[in-house]
């Protein structure tokens, strides 16, 4: 079956063809650079003239002087060649010179390949890899792996030195979407201040940090990069004397060789709670003091925008999580995991809010305070004693800080605090001693339960303050009441998913127990109607001591015992992964009534997840089904005011049907639900669950926001925050408080932008697009006989889980394409750099589109935000695109009678590249987005080596295995390595 309806079959992988559409390709996406990176001498030594002679390379600064704040490249170049030298002075002291000198020649041709792209290169470049030993391949894959990882670190960093820069008011930015030009572009368009002001400070970002599989990079570099960017950011932007700078050129060396040091192989899978660790230390690292720092700043601008400040209620960001939650196809996530993440969240969130309560305590010395501040500390002192009183418990004797034996009774405010301090010592003993299985110490404290116990007493001081004349006083205080409001008492509120076949499982264990045999053998009608028999009943369904024999069962039931014995505060959603009827909603609501613990007990609100195409297409019959449902539209009512979530999936609908065809089924999936909301008088919120890439629902957030169909965001935005994404947007403090500005600016926008009309010839375009794309794609994925078998061979999907970056299997279950999640589906695709899940089927849509829709489609970019973002991501990923690379893997790895076909792909590629720039009017992908283009360009010089490095590993492999004989450790790590460097030099993997 051929690949395009008109397509010519064209000559072998490794033909002129071959070589002419890569060439294609290169013109087409136009970032070649001008020159090479400056590179350091070879024989310069580690001392005072490595210093001296690396003085030049770094960004623009002399001594005494400060960084070009106009030039947006030349800083970035030198930062990278700076480490680049730095780098390659460590590895010339541990590697012997003779393998030092290949590393080097390979080096010098990806340069010269980067900046001429010349066939003759890239076969020696190849050559030169194939004959290298296993060690010797292992080597060129961590080189080029950390200088990927550095040359991220330093594009952070030149990020966060833009935005400093035009803050002095030293140049311009190349994006606008900080708070301060937001509100002065609203108000040009006749937004008062008041009307800023009252929308702003309703509306909330909720995060939800997950832990799908596509952060490559071990936590353990990730610090030593941390430590990098510190020191480029110190190197550029203080007046430094010259012992400060050679300290920190020393310091930059001394990271980069524990980097080089230290392994980059995960030798273990991460468990569910090792990945609950890595999100709460994201948020430690950064995220809880960019929190308070993005407020006071938003204060600022609103400020000088003649807007009130936020009222200190203002909730515009909460954070959650999916670690230790998300049990969907994961079977190491346990009831008593998830006790133990609630558990872990507690203590960690105590931990951070005892060294705040410290620092006020030995702060806040005022010796004045209000009389509500007196009597509240009368009450608390009252209460104390009579607790110690009645239960003969004493106040521990706990060795703290700051006044541990004695707090002066005439400090009002110290007095709060130290009770706040006992607290909040009880609370973490209290979680340390239910992770250790002990008891915790007697105490007359009483652990904190709910975020209302620390937020009262906080609020008593902040008006006191206030009541005095000292609110200048107040900021620490508010920004502890900030921190109350987005962390609450566990930093990150867990979410709960499961897939809803396993309810319907666990349901027929009930069923068949009770003698009504098997409820997943019922048609919907029949399962509604017992429902609602259940739901309006009074009485309890399962029997006392119930335990059923299948243990996949038992475990569902078990999970709702677990979460209706925790606070409600310490869990998030119920989300129901593959939800395709309204049952599969109504019975997460029954089974959390059978387990709850009294009729007052809270349930966790249901979120359907709508993933596939059929989910989305019949989203109306089950909300309409729902909110037609007296039980659950009275349950909606009198637990979560009108208030319905509903969680629409980018990653297996992208998988199921083409990026065209799910990008448009979202979109009228989300129009149709409210509608049917409005109907019924409900609140509609959407969860949004994006992945890092493209293909599942990845990139730019502030684009993607505004591209949001209308009356979907209403002030509130709740989307998943993935894998390597979590690094991208927190992994420095300043790129933590842009995030945060990024996403509120979004959504302010978002709430106050003009509708704009969709015409119905445009509708009537995307689904013509649309359905033309999702015919091809589902020709080529799903019908193709060749398909499965290429795939297989000319990607290293079948080594991903080699990667163990992820507690969870690949597959749901066994089989092809169709059971393969969605992450590594995207992943593998993206090793090879062919990228197809993300473009297939468009090209061949929109060349089979006549001149008059095409002029058409053109008006919709210009007009459109929807289209006009699916297209420029789309760009995006087509400039990192890189058929030469994809032919190598076809040559090397791929059977002869195989060949033909992944050529075919990729004149599909060239193909795509060719209409989306005659849809966008660009001459040359990401001419209208410098920022992406030097993002891509900063790591384009280091990729290369590691594609070519893990064909070769993949070659060796699989031969080696076809014949018996065991791999070599270090050929396994050099594969291993090449997937983490590329992953890291493409940023968009999973």
């Known amino acids: 079956m051929a690949v395009g309806d008109s397509a010519k079959k064209p000559p072998s992988a490794g033909g002129d063809s071959t070589r002419a559409a890569s060439a294609v390709v290169r013109t087409l996406s136009g970032l070649s650079d001008d020159g090479v990176m400056p590179r350091s001498a070879n024989n310069v030594s580690w001392d005072t003239g490595l210093l001296s002679s690396l003085n030049s390379n770094i960004g623009g600064i002399k001594p005494g002087g400060r960084a070009d704040s106009v030039d947006f490249l030349s800083p970035l170049k030198k930062d990278v060649a700076l480490l680049r030298g730095l780098l390659f002075d460590v590895v010339r002291a541990q590697v012997p010179a003779e393998t030092m000198e290949k590393l080097e020649i390979i080096s010098k041709l990806s340069s010269e390949f980067h900046v001429e792209a010349e066939d003759a290169t890239f076969t020696s470049i190849a050559g030169t890899i194939g004959n290298l030993s296993e060690e010797e391949l292992q080597l060129v894959a961590s080189l080029f792996s950390s200088m990927s990882n550095v040359a991220n670190i330093a594009e952070y960093v030149h990020r966060i030195r833009r935005r400093r820069s035009y803050e002095r008011g030293e140049g311009a930015m190349l994006t606008h979407t900080s708070v301060d030009e937001v509100l002065r572009e609203l108000v040009k368009k006749g937004h008062s201040p008041e009307e800023i002001h009252t929308v702003l400070k309703s509306q909330t970002v909720e995060m939800v940090l997950t832990a799908h599989p596509t952060q490559a990079v071990r936590r353990s570099l990730l610090s030593k990069l941390h430590h990098i960017a510190d020191n480029l950011l110190d190197l550029h932007d203080k007046a430094l004397t010259p012992n400060e700078r050679d300290d920190l050129i020393l310091g930059l060396g001394a990271h980069l060789r524990s980097l080089w040091r230290t392994d980059e192989v995960r030798r273990t899978k991460p ?283 038992a475990d569902v039931l078990d999970t709702f015992e677990t979460i209706a014995g925790m606070g409600r505060e310490a869990l998030g959603a119920y989300v129901v992964s593959m939800c395709f009827t309204p049952s599969d909603v109504l019975l997460v609501a029954f089974l959390q009534r059978e387990y709850a613990t009294s009729a007052d007990s809270k349930p966790l609100r249901v979120v359907p997840l709508l993933e596939t195409i059929g989910a989305l297409q019949s989203c109306s019959t089950t909300l309409s089904t729902l909110f037609a449902h007296p039980w659950y539209r009275q349950y909606l009512s009198d637990n979560f005011d009108d208030v319905q979530e509903v969680m629409v999936g980018y990653s297996d609908s992208g998988k199921d049907g083409g990026r065209l065809t799910s990008a448009w089924e979202l979109y009228k999936a989300q129009e149709a639900m409210v509608a049917i909301a409005e109907e019924h008088g409900v609140c509609l919120r959407f969860f949004h669950g994006r992945g890092g890439t493209v293909g599942r629902g990845g990139g730019p957030q502030h684009l993607a926001i505004l591209s949001q169909p209308p009356k979907t965001i209403n002030g509130y935005l709740r989307v998943t925050i993935q894998g390597e994404v979590m690094e991208q947007d927190f992994g420095l403090a300043g790129l933590a408080t842009r995030t945060l500005e990024t996403y509120t600016t979004a959504v302010l926008k978002a709430d106050l932008a003009s509708e704009v009309s969709i015409k119905p010839e445009w509708r009537a375009v995307m689904d013509g697009l649309s359905t033309a794309s999702y015919t091809h794609y589902r020709r080529i994925v799903h019908e193709e006989p060749r398909f499965v078998e290429y795939f297989r061979f000319a990607t290293p999907e079948q080594e991903l889980g080699l990667l163990n970056i992820g507690s969870r299997p690949q597959k749901r279950k066994a089989g092809g394409v169709e059971t393969l999640r969605a992450i590594p589906w995207i992943f593998a695709w993206t090793q090879t750099r062919l990228h197809l899940p993300v473009w297939l089927g468009l090209g061949t849509a929109l060349a089979a589109s006549s001149e008059e829709q095409m002029a058409t489609i053109r008006a919709m970019y210009k007009e459109w935000p929807f289209f006009k973002s699916f297209f420029d991501l789309i760009e995006m990923v087509l400039a990192k695109a890189d058929a030469q690379t994809s032919a190598h893997y076809d040559t090397e790895l791929v059977p002869k009678e195989l060949q033909s076909f992944g050529a075919e792909l990729r004149e599909l590629l060239c193909g795509v590249i060719s209409t989306v720039l005659d849809t966008t009017g660009a001459r040359q992908l990401l001419d209208k987005d410098p920022v992406q283009k030097r993002a891509i360009e900063t790591r384009r010089e280091w990729t290369l080596p590691l594609n070519l490095v893990q064909v070769e590993a993949l070659r060796r492999k699989r031969e080696l295995l076809t014949k018996g004989d065991t791999l070599p450790t270090a050929l396994v790590d050099a594969l291993v390595i090449s997937m983490k460097g590329i992953s890291s030099a493409l940023q968009n993997t999973g």
Not at 367 to 393: F, I, P, R, W
Not at 425 to 449: I, K, M, N, W, Y
Not at 525 to 551: C, H, N, Q, W
Request: glycine content about 4%.
């Open 271 to 553: 468990t569910p709670t090792d990945e609950a660790r890595n999100i709460l230390q994201v948020i430690e690292h950064t995220v809880w003091d960019a929190v308070p720092i993005f407020v006071r700043d938003t204060n600022k601008a609103l400020q000088r925008h003649n807007a009130d400040v936020l009222p200190l209620d203002a909730r515009l960001f909460l954070f959650s999580s999916w670690a230790g939650g998300d049990r969907d196809g994961n079977p190491f996530v346990t009831p008593q995991v998830t006790r133990d993440v609630v558990a872990i969240n507690r203590y960690r969130a105590a931990v951070l809010y005892l060294s705040e309560i410290e620092h006020l305590l030995f702060d806040l010395s005022v010796h004045y305070g209000s009389d509500e501040l007196k009597a509240y500390n009368v009450t608390l002192q009252e209460a104390e004693d009579a607790k110690t009183k009645t239960a003969g418990s004493e106040k521990a004797n706990l060795k703290y800080k700051e006044f541990w034996n004695h707090v002066p009774p005439t400090e009002p405010y110290r007095v709060l605090l130290s009770h706040l301090r006992d607290r909040m010592a009880a609370t973490r003993d209290h979680c340390e001693a239910q992770l250790s299985g002990s008891q915790p110490p007697a105490t007359s404290a009483e652990p904190f339960v709910e975020a209302a116990e620390l937020l009262e007493p906080l609020m008593v001081m902040y008006r006191s303050l206030v009541d005095q004349g000292d609110e200048l006083l107040s900021g620490p205080i508010t920004d502890l009441v900030a921190r109350v409001h987005a962390f609450g008492l566990t930093l990150v509120k867990l979410d709960i998913r499961q897939e809803g076949e396993q309810h319907t499982q666990a349901m027929s264990a009930i069923t068949e127990f009770v003698g009504l045999g098997s409820y997943a053998d019922w048609d919907e009608a029949k399962r509604m109607e017992y429902l609602t028999s259940l739901l309006s009943s009074k009485r309890p369904l399962i029997p006392r001591g119930f335990v059923p024999e299948s243990d996949k069962a």
